[in-house]
Protein backbone atom coordinates (compact mmCIF):
# COMPACT_ATOMS: atom_id res chain seq x y z
CA UNK A 1 0.00 0.00 0.00
CA UNK A 2 2.02 3.15 -1.13
CA UNK A 3 -0.04 5.56 0.41
CA UNK A 4 -1.06 3.87 3.83
CA UNK A 5 -1.73 6.58 6.13
CA UNK A 6 -1.52 8.90 3.56
CA UNK A 7 -3.78 11.76 2.68
CA UNK A 8 -4.32 12.79 -1.11
CA UNK A 9 -6.55 15.54 -2.41
CA UNK A 10 -7.40 15.57 -5.75
CA UNK A 11 -9.61 18.33 -7.97
CA UNK A 12 -12.41 17.89 -10.12
CA UNK A 13 -13.12 14.31 -8.78
CA UNK A 14 -16.50 13.70 -9.66
CA UNK A 15 -15.72 12.71 -13.32
CA UNK A 16 -13.43 11.48 -15.92
CA UNK A 17 -9.82 11.88 -15.45
CA UNK A 18 -10.28 12.87 -11.69
CA UNK A 19 -12.68 10.53 -10.69
CA UNK A 20 -10.02 7.57 -11.79
CA UNK A 21 -6.95 9.30 -10.09
CA UNK A 22 -9.66 9.28 -6.93
CA UNK A 23 -9.77 5.67 -7.09
CA UNK A 24 -6.40 4.70 -7.78
CA UNK A 25 -5.59 6.60 -4.42
CA UNK A 26 -8.35 5.25 -2.22
CA UNK A 27 -7.18 1.43 -4.10
CA UNK A 28 -3.62 2.31 -2.88
CA UNK A 29 -4.43 2.94 1.06
CA UNK A 30 -4.93 6.81 0.86
CA UNK A 31 -7.72 8.62 2.81
CA UNK A 32 -8.84 10.58 0.22
CA UNK A 33 -10.72 14.12 -0.56
CA UNK A 34 -12.99 14.41 -3.58
CA UNK A 35 -12.68 18.40 -4.57
CA UNK A 36 -15.31 19.53 -7.30
CA UNK A 37 -18.24 21.83 -8.76
CA UNK A 38 -20.09 19.14 -8.63
CA UNK A 39 -20.94 18.36 -5.08
CA UNK A 40 -23.25 15.96 -5.78
CA UNK A 41 -20.72 13.56 -7.96
CA UNK A 42 -18.08 14.20 -5.49
CA UNK A 43 -20.65 13.16 -3.04
CA UNK A 44 -20.88 9.64 -4.87
CA UNK A 45 -17.42 9.04 -5.16
CA UNK A 46 -16.85 9.60 -1.57
CA UNK A 47 -19.24 6.87 -0.98
CA UNK A 48 -18.25 4.70 -2.88
CA UNK A 49 -14.77 4.69 -1.94
CA UNK A 50 -15.18 5.93 1.61
CA UNK A 51 -17.52 3.68 3.73
CA UNK A 52 -15.24 3.46 6.51
CA UNK A 53 -14.18 7.26 6.65
CA UNK A 54 -11.46 6.96 4.46
CA UNK A 55 -12.82 9.57 2.22
CA UNK A 56 -14.78 13.11 1.95
CA UNK A 57 -16.55 15.25 -0.59
CA UNK A 58 -16.32 18.76 -0.48
CA UNK A 59 -17.66 21.79 -2.89
CA UNK A 60 -15.13 23.68 -4.43
CA UNK A 61 -14.49 25.81 -7.20
CA UNK A 62 -10.50 26.55 -7.88
CA UNK A 63 -11.78 29.58 -9.46
CA UNK A 64 -12.65 30.89 -6.22
CA UNK A 65 -9.89 31.28 -3.76
CA UNK A 66 -12.22 31.24 -0.26
CA UNK A 67 -13.31 27.54 -1.56
CA UNK A 68 -10.38 26.24 -2.43
CA UNK A 69 -8.96 27.37 1.48
CA UNK A 70 -11.89 26.48 3.37
CA UNK A 71 -11.32 22.70 1.55
CA UNK A 72 -7.87 22.84 2.72
CA UNK A 73 -8.61 23.63 6.52
CA UNK A 74 -11.62 20.86 6.74
CA UNK A 75 -8.85 18.25 4.86
CA UNK A 76 -6.14 19.56 7.69
CA UNK A 77 -8.82 19.64 10.85
CA UNK A 78 -10.48 15.86 9.97
CA UNK A 79 -6.83 14.36 8.70
CA UNK A 80 -4.12 16.63 10.03
CA UNK A 81 -2.14 16.50 6.93
CA UNK A 82 -2.00 16.85 3.16
CA UNK A 83 0.54 14.38 1.31
CA UNK A 84 -0.64 15.05 -1.93
CA UNK A 85 -3.01 17.06 -3.89
CA UNK A 86 -4.18 17.06 -7.78
CA UNK A 87 -4.81 19.97 -9.35
CA UNK A 88 -7.19 18.05 -12.01
CA UNK A 89 -10.08 20.27 -12.32
CA UNK A 90 -10.31 22.01 -15.71
CA UNK A 91 -12.44 22.87 -18.86
CA UNK A 92 -11.96 22.83 -22.75
CA UNK A 93 -13.71 25.45 -25.41
CA UNK A 94 -13.16 26.01 -28.67
CA UNK A 95 -13.00 29.67 -30.55
CA UNK A 96 -12.16 30.95 -33.82
CA UNK A 97 -9.68 33.84 -33.30
CA UNK A 98 -11.59 35.93 -35.99
CA UNK A 99 -14.76 35.57 -34.58
CA UNK A 100 -15.90 38.34 -32.18
CA UNK A 101 -14.18 38.49 -28.91
CA UNK A 102 -15.54 35.66 -26.26
CA UNK A 103 -14.37 37.39 -22.67
CA UNK A 104 -16.16 35.30 -20.67
CA UNK A 105 -14.97 31.80 -21.45
CA UNK A 106 -11.54 33.41 -22.58
CA UNK A 107 -11.69 34.94 -18.58
CA UNK A 108 -13.24 31.39 -17.44
CA UNK A 109 -10.87 29.47 -18.76
CA UNK A 110 -7.89 31.46 -17.23
CA UNK A 111 -9.75 31.02 -14.20
CA UNK A 112 -9.99 27.45 -14.01
CA UNK A 113 -7.37 26.44 -15.45
CA UNK A 114 -4.36 28.54 -14.74
CA UNK A 115 -5.27 30.88 -12.29
CA UNK A 116 -7.39 28.19 -10.18
CA UNK A 117 -4.25 25.75 -9.82
CA UNK A 118 -1.47 28.50 -8.80
CA UNK A 119 -4.51 29.57 -6.08
CA UNK A 120 -4.57 25.36 -4.94
CA UNK A 121 -0.65 25.35 -5.10
CA UNK A 122 -0.50 28.38 -3.00
CA UNK A 123 -3.05 26.79 -0.63
CA UNK A 124 -1.48 23.83 0.05
CA UNK A 125 2.27 25.04 0.41
CA UNK A 126 2.47 25.93 3.22
CA UNK A 127 1.13 22.91 4.97
CA UNK A 128 3.46 20.68 2.67
CA UNK A 129 6.18 23.18 3.87
CA UNK A 130 5.77 22.78 7.45
CA UNK A 131 5.79 18.64 7.27
CA UNK A 132 8.64 19.34 4.86
CA UNK A 133 6.93 16.45 2.60
CA UNK A 134 4.23 16.61 -0.34
CA UNK A 135 3.78 15.73 -3.74
CA UNK A 136 1.69 18.57 -6.27
CA UNK A 137 1.06 16.87 -9.33
CA UNK A 138 -0.94 19.21 -12.09
CA UNK A 139 -3.43 17.68 -14.60
CA UNK A 140 -2.23 19.66 -18.35
CA UNK A 141 -2.32 18.29 -21.44
CA UNK A 142 -0.78 17.24 -24.84
CA UNK A 143 -2.40 20.59 -25.51
CA UNK A 144 0.23 22.29 -23.62
CA UNK A 145 2.75 20.75 -25.83
CA UNK A 146 1.63 21.03 -29.25
CA UNK A 147 -0.65 23.02 -31.12
CA UNK A 148 -4.53 22.78 -31.81
CA UNK A 149 -6.37 25.35 -34.20
CA UNK A 150 -9.46 27.17 -32.32
CA UNK A 151 -7.64 26.06 -28.82
CA UNK A 152 -5.86 29.41 -28.29
CA UNK A 153 -7.40 29.58 -24.61
CA UNK A 154 -6.72 25.50 -24.23
CA UNK A 155 -3.75 25.08 -25.50
CA UNK A 156 -2.58 28.93 -23.98
CA UNK A 157 -3.60 27.60 -20.47
CA UNK A 158 -2.37 23.99 -20.91
CA UNK A 159 0.94 25.65 -21.74
CA UNK A 160 1.01 28.20 -18.90
CA UNK A 161 0.27 25.07 -16.46
CA UNK A 162 3.43 23.46 -17.44
CA UNK A 163 5.40 26.87 -16.85
CA UNK A 164 3.91 26.97 -13.50
CA UNK A 165 5.02 23.62 -12.95
CA UNK A 166 8.69 24.08 -13.30
CA UNK A 167 8.76 27.52 -11.24
CA UNK A 168 6.99 26.10 -8.36
CA UNK A 169 9.23 23.01 -8.88
CA UNK A 170 12.00 24.76 -8.23
CA UNK A 171 11.09 27.09 -5.95
CA UNK A 172 9.61 24.18 -3.43
CA UNK A 173 12.28 21.43 -3.88
CA UNK A 174 14.20 22.64 -1.10
CA UNK A 175 11.48 22.13 1.30
CA UNK A 176 10.89 18.69 0.12
CA UNK A 177 7.82 19.40 -1.90
CA UNK A 178 7.40 18.46 -5.41
CA UNK A 179 5.58 19.42 -8.52
CA UNK A 180 5.11 17.61 -11.33
CA UNK A 181 2.79 17.52 -14.14
CA UNK A 182 0.90 14.92 -16.55
CA UNK A 183 -0.06 15.85 -20.17
CA UNK A 184 -2.87 13.57 -21.25
CA UNK A 185 -3.39 12.57 -24.86
CA UNK A 186 -6.95 11.44 -25.84
CA UNK A 187 -9.13 10.17 -22.41
CA UNK A 188 -12.27 8.87 -22.79
CA UNK A 189 -14.06 10.58 -20.37
CA UNK A 190 -17.54 12.88 -20.36
CA UNK A 191 -15.24 16.18 -21.74
CA UNK A 192 -13.62 14.04 -24.70
CA UNK A 193 -17.31 12.54 -25.26
CA UNK A 194 -18.52 15.94 -25.39
CA UNK A 195 -15.66 17.26 -28.13
CA UNK A 196 -17.15 14.30 -29.83
CA UNK A 197 -21.01 15.00 -29.74
CA UNK A 198 -19.99 18.35 -30.96
CA UNK A 199 -17.68 17.58 -34.41
CA UNK A 200 -19.68 14.62 -35.00
CA UNK A 201 -22.33 16.96 -35.30
CA UNK A 202 -20.85 19.88 -37.10
CA UNK A 203 -19.77 17.32 -39.87
CA UNK A 204 -23.13 15.09 -39.58
CA UNK A 205 -21.50 11.93 -38.87
CA UNK A 206 -22.58 8.98 -36.32
CA UNK A 207 -21.64 9.48 -32.85
CA UNK A 208 -18.57 7.84 -32.33
CA UNK A 209 -16.68 8.70 -35.52
CA UNK A 210 -14.56 11.34 -34.32
CA UNK A 211 -12.92 9.23 -31.47
CA UNK A 212 -12.94 6.16 -34.33
CA UNK A 213 -10.58 9.25 -36.15
CA UNK A 214 -8.60 10.03 -33.24
CA UNK A 215 -8.31 6.47 -32.38
CA UNK A 216 -6.62 5.72 -35.35
CA UNK A 217 -3.76 8.61 -35.02
CA UNK A 218 -2.47 7.08 -31.84
CA UNK A 219 0.62 5.17 -32.32
CA UNK A 220 -1.26 2.62 -29.92
CA UNK A 221 -4.31 2.75 -31.70
CA UNK A 222 -7.00 3.41 -28.89
CA UNK A 223 -7.99 5.82 -26.53
CA UNK A 224 -6.76 5.81 -23.14
CA UNK A 225 -8.87 5.55 -19.95
CA UNK A 226 -8.55 7.01 -17.08
CA UNK A 227 -6.58 4.76 -15.07
CA UNK A 228 -3.66 5.10 -17.54
CA UNK A 229 -3.83 8.19 -16.29
CA UNK A 230 -4.14 7.83 -12.84
CA UNK A 231 -1.36 4.94 -12.69
CA UNK A 232 0.96 7.83 -13.67
CA UNK A 233 -0.38 10.30 -11.28
CA UNK A 234 -0.12 7.80 -8.52
CA UNK A 235 3.46 7.18 -9.50
CA UNK A 236 4.60 10.78 -9.48
CA UNK A 237 3.07 11.15 -6.15
CA UNK A 238 4.76 8.16 -4.44
CA UNK A 239 7.82 7.89 -3.24
CA UNK A 240 8.80 5.82 -5.84
CA UNK A 241 9.54 9.34 -7.84
CA UNK A 242 11.38 10.88 -4.81
CA UNK A 243 13.73 11.71 -7.12
CA UNK A 244 11.68 13.48 -9.92
CA UNK A 245 11.12 16.80 -9.90
CA UNK A 246 9.39 19.36 -12.32
CA UNK A 247 9.03 16.78 -15.19
CA UNK A 248 5.98 16.34 -17.41
CA UNK A 249 5.05 13.20 -18.25
CA UNK A 250 2.50 12.17 -21.43
CA UNK A 251 0.31 9.11 -20.88
CA UNK A 252 -0.80 9.36 -24.71
CA UNK A 253 -0.22 6.34 -26.27
CA UNK A 254 2.51 7.60 -28.16
CA UNK A 255 1.40 10.79 -29.55
CA UNK A 256 3.91 13.08 -28.05
CA UNK A 257 7.74 12.16 -27.83
CA UNK A 258 8.71 14.91 -25.45
P1 LIG B 1 -14.47 16.10 -17.13
O1 LIG B 1 -14.94 14.72 -17.38
O2 LIG B 1 -15.20 17.25 -17.69
O3 LIG B 1 -14.29 16.28 -15.56
C1 LIG B 1 -13.87 17.50 -15.03
C2 LIG B 1 -14.43 17.65 -13.62
O4 LIG B 1 -13.94 18.91 -13.11
C3 LIG B 1 -15.96 17.70 -13.58
O5 LIG B 1 -16.45 16.99 -12.48
C4 LIG B 1 -16.21 19.22 -13.43
O6 LIG B 1 -17.43 19.51 -12.77
C5 LIG B 1 -15.04 19.63 -12.57
N1 LIG B 1 -14.80 21.06 -12.63
C6 LIG B 1 -14.95 21.88 -13.70
N2 LIG B 1 -14.69 23.15 -13.33
C7 LIG B 1 -14.38 23.11 -12.02
C8 LIG B 1 -14.05 24.13 -11.08
N3 LIG B 1 -14.01 25.42 -11.42
N4 LIG B 1 -13.77 23.76 -9.80
C9 LIG B 1 -13.86 22.45 -9.44
N5 LIG B 1 -14.20 21.46 -10.29
C10 LIG B 1 -14.46 21.80 -11.55
O7 LIG B 1 -12.97 16.28 -17.68
P2 LIG B 1 -11.75 15.23 -17.85
O8 LIG B 1 -11.70 14.84 -19.27
O9 LIG B 1 -11.79 14.21 -16.79
O10 LIG B 1 -10.53 16.24 -17.61
C11 LIG B 1 -9.85 16.34 -16.37
C12 LIG B 1 -8.57 17.11 -16.61
O11 LIG B 1 -7.77 16.42 -17.59
C13 LIG B 1 -8.79 18.52 -17.17
O12 LIG B 1 -7.84 19.40 -16.61
C14 LIG B 1 -8.53 18.34 -18.66
O13 LIG B 1 -8.12 19.54 -19.28
C15 LIG B 1 -7.43 17.31 -18.63
N6 LIG B 1 -7.27 16.56 -19.87
C16 LIG B 1 -8.28 15.77 -20.35
C17 LIG B 1 -8.07 15.05 -21.52
C18 LIG B 1 -9.11 14.13 -22.10
O14 LIG B 1 -8.92 13.62 -23.23
N7 LIG B 1 -10.20 13.84 -21.43
C19 LIG B 1 -6.85 15.14 -22.20
C20 LIG B 1 -5.86 15.96 -21.68
C21 LIG B 1 -6.07 16.66 -20.50
P3 LIG B 1 -18.72 19.90 -13.68
O15 LIG B 1 -19.06 18.66 -14.41
O16 LIG B 1 -19.73 20.34 -12.67
O17 LIG B 1 -18.27 21.00 -14.60
Known amino acids: MRF ?23 REGARVAALDLDFEGAQAAAEEL ?15 GDSIQAAVDRILAAWGRIDVWVNNAGIFYVHNIADPPDMENWERILAV ?4 MFLCCQAVTRPMMER ?4 IVNISSIAGKMAFPEE ?5 TKAGVLGLTRSL ?4 APHGVRVNAICPGNILTPML ?19 EKTAQEVPLGYIGQPEDVAAVVAFLASDDASYIVGQAINPDGGLVLY
Do not use: K
Not at 4 to 13: D, F
Not at 19 to 25: C, D, K, P, S, T
Not at 169 to 172: G, P, T
Not at 196 to 207: K, N, S
Open 4 to 26: GGRVAAVTGAASGIGLGILRRFA
Open 152 to 156: AGYCG
Open 50 to 64: GGDGSAMALQLDVAD
Open 113 to 116: NLTG
Open 193 to 211: QSVDARICAEEGWEPGTHL
Open 169 to 172: AVEL
Open 132 to 135: GSGS
